[in-house]
Structures are given as structure tokens and as C-alpha cells.
């Protein structure tokens, strides 16, 4: 699907296979040399051939065309590298194409896991299979990048490293770049002040929450990052909100109090099913709600993999305001705990 949002600016709705999410957002911005991409969609040849097809449809293709990508999930970076033509530039930033280009970061999972309570044979069956995304990913590349602000990959196009407050100009457009980590470790909107427009990437969904993760190999706060962004993002000027997922929205500021609303409410639930005996997060993970239409018991192990991670950013974010505390047991299981009260 097409639609046009302004002059020489289009959302384009990409399939994801096999997702609850079903359809991505990529934006092609006209100018007059080179156009720009925002996303690119996931490395599936359904999602391939149609966002192709969008293109011929526009009047452009990709030999004149750049990406800027909001953040390194698959859904949203897959195909930048395979469709990216010799002399095309993929806009990124640092703090993911560090992260994603450690090539051991999979292999973390295991202990990570373990410690957190994770069952070991079905964490066993979940890290075999290693996603594809992972294994395709030009990690040498984004590594150099991140440690450079820029490479050439072999492949003829180039990885540019933007930052906060960064300028983008395209056509008629002029953006700067809005450093809003928390969904992921670097994730960065697009903003215009002059239109009042923002490319949200998944920072800011209108009907979905976006999942806020802590994985293997990371030593920050991202509940606090996201907060923090999200009161960044609250201060802009803003009329019309082009997200990741869904349709486009205005009312910024009301969906950013409905975001922060359902953090408080998930950090009550968790603790809501803590005790002063402690509970390792895997445990916790299992007690909670999640929108998924069917028992804990029955959730794919990606899911509780997903889940755990999530429910660990909560029990971090507590941890860090010591709502909670942790320690480790005999087994070398990390346990959770509310502070007794007298």
C-alpha cells in the first residue's frame, strides 16, 4: 500500500511474514538528485518484491537511493544492505552498529539466560537456532563504522554514522536528528521543525506499545533511557507523527502519557507478584500479562526469550530506584525481591 503524505513524501505498508505485526512502515522522500528511504523493511523476498514494486510505482529505483534506518531490528534494517546500490549510503547510528557488530553477542545468551532462571534444555533448543538476521548482518562493517562515523562496504555502498542533532536534508526537507534510545540502544527519530513532522521510527506507536529490552551484554538502563526519550520527544513541536508501525497520528503528547501510564502499570504488576522471598525473572515473566492469545506455557521459546528480556528492563529500572533488590541464590540464580517492610 501507498499513500502520500506531502509533497515528494510516501508511506510505504511492507508485509512481515509470519508476525503478529504484519506490516512495517518504510517513507520515500523525493529529491532531486538522490531519494531517501526511512526503514527499509525485513530481508523476506515478499517484503523485497513488494517494497520493489512501490518503487517502479513512484518513479524511482534503487540506484538513486539512500536509507536512513531508526534503529537496527530486522524489521526495519533487513534489507537496507541487500538492496543498497554501489555508491548508496545507509544512514545508521553508533551505539547499534557497535552492539550488533560484536560477533559474539549470540553466544552470550546462554548464560545470560541460565542466571535468570531461563529452563537450560529449552534454552538450549532457543539458541540453536541462531536468527538468520544475525548470521547476514555485515558485522565487520558495522563495527568499523561505529569506530569510524563511516565505511565502505565491499559490496559498493556506504554505512554513515548520524548522531543527536545531526542535519538530513532531502529535496525540499531539512531534518535533524532526535537521539531517542530505549526501544533499542541508539534508536533516532527524524524530525522537521518547520513542517512539524517526526519519522518515530517504533520510539512512538500509536495502538502498540513498543517493547523496551535488556539482552545479553548490556549494562544500561533502557526503561530509564526510554522515559527520558519519550520527555525528550513530549517538548518538540509536533503536528503529524510518522511511525514504524500503522497508520500515521498527531496528539504526540497524549500518546506519550498513555506510554508512560502503561510502564507504571507493568511495573506494578510485576511487583504486584513479587515477594520478600524473591522470585528469579523467568518466574516473573510467566506471572505477568502479555498480549499474546494463548497460556505461558504455550508461548514459542522466542517469545519467552522476548519476554524475559522485557521483564528484566522493569525489574533493572526497579532495581535501579530500589524498589526492588536482587541477589544471587546457592544455584547461581539471580533472584528478585521486595524490600521487607516493618
Not at 534503487?62 to 549510503?89: M, Q, R, V
Not at 512539524?196 to 513498543?210: A, Q, V, Y
Not at 505461558?296 to 528480556?309: I, N, P, Q, R, V
Request: include cysteine.
Amino acid at each position: 500500500m501507498i499513500e502520500e503524505i506531502a509533497d515528494d513524501m510516501f508511506r510505504i505498508e511492507l508485509p512481515i511474514p509470519n508476525s503478529p505485526l504484519q506490516t512495517v512502515n518504510t517513507y520515500l522522500l523525493k529529491g532531486e538528485e538522490r531519494d531517501l528511504l526511512v526503514d527499509s523493511g525485513m530481508d523476506e523476498e515478499e517484503c523485497k518484491a513488494s517494497l520493489q514494486k512501490a518503487l517502479h510505482n513512484l518513479g524511482t529505483n534503487l540506484e538513486k537511493i539512500d536509507f536512513f534506518i531508526t534503529h537496527l531490528h530486522i524489521d526495519h534494517f533487513g534489507l537496507a544492505p541487500t538492496l543498497a546500490s554501489n555508491g548508496a549510503t545507509i544512514y545508521l547510528n553508533a551505539p547499534e552498529a557497535f552492539f550488533f557488530g560484536n560477533i559474539n553477542l549470540w553466544e552470550k545468551g546462554f548464560e545470560y539466560g541460565k542466571i535468570n532462571g531461563f529452563p537450560e534444555e529449552d534454552l538450549k533448543k532457543h539458541l540453536a537456532q541462531k536468527p538468520r538476521f544475525l548470521k547476514e548482518i555485515p558485522r565487520k562493517e558495522l563495527r568499523i563504522a561505529a569506530e569510524n562515523n563511516s565505511v565502505n562496504s565491499p559490496d559498493g555502498h556506504r554505512f554513515q554514522i548520524l548522531g543527536e542533532g545531526d542535519d538530513l536534508n532531502i529535496g525540499n526537507h531539512s531534518f535533524k536528528c532526535v537521539f531517542t534510545p530505549g526501544h533499542s540502544r541508539g534508536h533516532t527519530c527524524l524530525y522537521e521543525p518547520s513542517q512539524k513532522i517526526i519519522f518515530s521510527g517504533d520510539h512512538i506507536l500509536e495502538d502498540i506499545t513498543p517493547a523496551i529490552f535488556l539482552w545479553p551484554g548490556e549494562d544500561r538502563d533502557p526503561l530509564a533511557e526510554y522515559l527520558k526519550s519519550l520527555d525528550k520527544v513530549f517538548g518538540l513541536d509536533v503536528s503529524y507523527v510518522l511511525p514504524g508501525h500503522r497508520s500515521p497520528f498527531q496528539k504526540h503528547r497524549k500518546r506519550i502519557k498513555e506510554l508512560k501510564q502503561h510502564h507504571q502499570d507493568r511495573e506494578n504488576e510485576i511487583t504486584s507478584v513479587m515477594n520478600a522471598k524473591g522470585k528469579h525473572a523467568f518466574e516473573i515473566a510467566s506471572k505477568v500479562t502479555w498480549n499474546i492469545p494463548r497460556p505461558w506455557d504455550e508461548f514459542a521459546l522466542e517469545l519467552k526469550w522476548m519476554a524475559l528480556a522485557e521483564t528484566l528492563a522493569h525489574l533493572n529500572h526497579l532495581a535501579g530506584k530500589k524498589e526492588v533488590h536482587w541477589k544471587y541464590g546457592t544455584d547461581n540464580i539471580c533472584y528478585y525481591y521486595l524490600p521487607q517492610t516493618t
